[in-house]
């Protein structure tokens, strides 16, 4: 009755048809022809998970445990399939892997560099961006020590501070990172470091979404040398120059200004 009310196929309507043919989706006719043939070789499958189609042309899914039927003497005569309805469980399952590829292929494709650490500090997130900033594939970063494969000399103690409070759950906004690339270049990256944890809410890991500011950085430090340049030229030039505010008030002096007075 069970089967009949699970398929909408009553009992009459379904003895005697085709089992596969009739009730399996097509994707898993050759499967389960397998494991029916197996049973009837006198070796069962347990926790098989079966589609079968309805009479409203609707899908269930059934965890099946296939067993080998006897008759008195020991001959094997059919098999015999015990099931448990999954249908809500396997649908909200293939709703999760659905969701989980959708983030995959964001993360993956999306116009930011997303990467990540393990606990132990190598990577084990590398989106596309990140790859093509870094000129390092995916398949060339993952596994390896972020901190000492990809981050310049200098910076090294501080990123493993900041990794290492993400990893404590505290996590840090707006911070400058220089990368080197595969061809030696330093990247610029504004880096978000965020704790990663699993679905019991334990600390797995961290994820950083950058933003590549490289020019604005490299363009920031370009004024920031013609300035200190500027400033050299006014402190040693062979002229006295002098400057006052608005307030008249003396805010520049230089080195020939002092000597002369």
Do not use: C
């Amino acid at each position: 009755d069970k089967t009949a009310e699970i398929t909408g196929f009553t009992k009459e309507e379904a003895l005697t048809k085709p089992l596969v043919s009739t009730f399996i989706v097509p994707k898993l006719r050759r499967s389960v022809h397998e494991i029916l043939d197996n049973a009837l070789r006198g070796r069962g499958t347990s926790n098989y998970e079966l589609e079968f189609r309805t009479k409203s042309q609707e899908i269930r899914y059934l965890l099946v445990n296939a067993t080998t039927r006897r008759d008195a003497e020991n001959n094997i005569v059919g098999v015999v399939g015990v099931a448990q309805d999954v249908t809500e469980a396997a649908q909200h399952d293939r709703a999760v892997a659905a969701m989980a590829n959708e983030l995959r292929q964001l993360v993956d494709t999306a116009n930011a560099p997303i990467f990540g650490i393990d606990v132990h500090g190598n990577v084990n997130e590398w989106n596309d961006k990140t790859a093509e900033i870094t000129g390092f594939t995916k398949e060339e970063a993952l596994t390896k020590p972020l901190v000492s494969t990809f981050i310049v000399p200098k910076l090294r103690r501080s990123v493993h501070e900041i990794l290492d409070n993400a990893l404590r759950g505290r996590g840090t906004s707006n911070y400058e990172l220089e990368f080197r690339t595969k061809s030696q270049e330093i990247r610029y990256l504004l880096v978000n470091a965020t704790t990663r944890r699993d679905a019991e809410n334990n600390i797995v890991g961290v994820v950083g979404v950058a933003q590549d500011v490289t020019e604005a950085a490299q363009h920031d430090r370009a004024v920031a040398a013609m300035a200190n340049e500027l400033r050299q030229l006014v402190d040693t030039a062979n002229a006295p120059i002098f400057g006052i505010d608005v307030h008249g008030n003396v805010n520049e002096w230089n080195d020939k200004t002092a000597e002369i007075t």
